[in-house]
């Protein structure tokens, strides 16, 4: 992925050794927690059967309340990995923000932060272990970058493109909010049962995800970001993320009626979807007659 030189967005915000996240997150390998057993907990609360929005609430006693005001600050200008996630997250600011004008509307755009072992977010107590997340209560996607070592180091993806690909989603999740999608699902919801409920969610994360396809096919059309095996990068993460292979890595087996961000192949297909087609309208995974 070609990114070095492009514009680095203002809006990112560094919490890493802050507050009630401690040090530097969690190490891998000899470290104070192995990463097996943060992959479990990643597993069980970010990918299987849970809303990772759920996760926080229960780890925070609640959730809802507004976080604590904290000093923002900006990541050291010689991180390269800070340096990479703030120009990813300026080329989602560029792009949907083309979109939203082409339709008449402002994009607002959203904050990230980054943070270490746990933080404060108006959806309650953020941790590590359930992955990047997005808060509409803030409208901010926090990231611990060590996630990025798990991706590699468990789930066997790597590449910058498939780095980008997660923030893609997290930001999709934020155009999701900013178009009023998330608050009906969330609305209707409430009166459903536990499967009908994870139906809902799937199609939710899996337009995420469309979105995410659509940022990459805007982003290359504008600048010319994607370079050979890019694309096949984020599909080896979509693919490696759905909730099928993960529940057969982590139990054995596959509950579908379980499943709260799709398969495998569906999420592989979606981001194709979007990344080929690079239209919203493509990604309205609520009417397919077929996911």
């Known amino acids: 992925m070609k990114w070095e030189g492009n514009r680095e967005s203002d809006n ?10 401690g040090g530097g997150g969690f190490s891998f390998g000899g470290g104070s ?17 849970i809303n990772p929005m759920t996760v926080i609430n229960m780890l925070s006693g609640g959730g809802g309340q507004l976080a604590p005001v904290q000093q923002a ?35 607002v755009r959203p904050k990230l932060v980054l943070f270490s072992g746990s ?15 997005y808060c509409p ?16 180091q468990r789930f ?6 498939a780095q980008a690909y997660v923030i893609a989603h997290e930001v999709g999740h934020h155009v ?4 009023g999608i998330s608050g009906k699902v969330d ?4 009166n459903m049962s536990e499967k009908q409920s994870n139906a809902l969610s799937v199609k939710l994360e899996l337009q995420a995800d469309c979105f995410a396809g659509v940022w990459a096919y805007h982003a290359n059309e504008a600048r010319h970001i994607i370079e050979n095996g890019d694309v096949e990068e984020a599909l080896n993460a979509a693919s490696a993320i759905g909730d099928d292979a993960l529940q057969r890595q982590a139990r054995g087996e596959v509950v579908p009626d379980s499943f709260t961000h799709g398969t495998s192949a569906q999420r592989v297909s979606w981001f194709k979807r979007g990344v080929t087609e690079g239209k919203v309208s493509a990604c309205n995974t609520f009417e397919a007659k077929k996911l």
Request: hydrophobic residues 35%.
């Open 187 to 190: 609305k209707a919801r409430r």
């Open 73 to 107: 600050h900006k990541p050291p200008p010689n991180d390269q990995m800070a340096r990479f996630v703030s120009t990813v997250l300026a080329d989602t600011e560029d792009t949907w923000g083309e979109i939203f004008k082409a339709g008449g509307a402002t994009y």
């Open 137 to 152: 209560g803030d409208q901010k996607v926090y990231i611990d970058l060590s996630f990025y070592q798990l991706m590699k």
């Open 156 to 161: 066997n993806v790597s590449g910058n493109f």
């Open 119 to 133: 933080t404060p977010t108006a959806c309650g107590t953020g941790q590590t272990a359930t992955g990047p997340f």
């Open 12 to 21: 990112v915000e560094d919490r890493r050794g802050e507050g009630s996240g």
């Open 33 to 49: 927690i192995g990463i097996g057993g943060i992959a479990v907990a990643l597993v069980a609360s970010y990918f299987l059967g």
């Open 176 to 179: 999701q909010n900013l178009l």
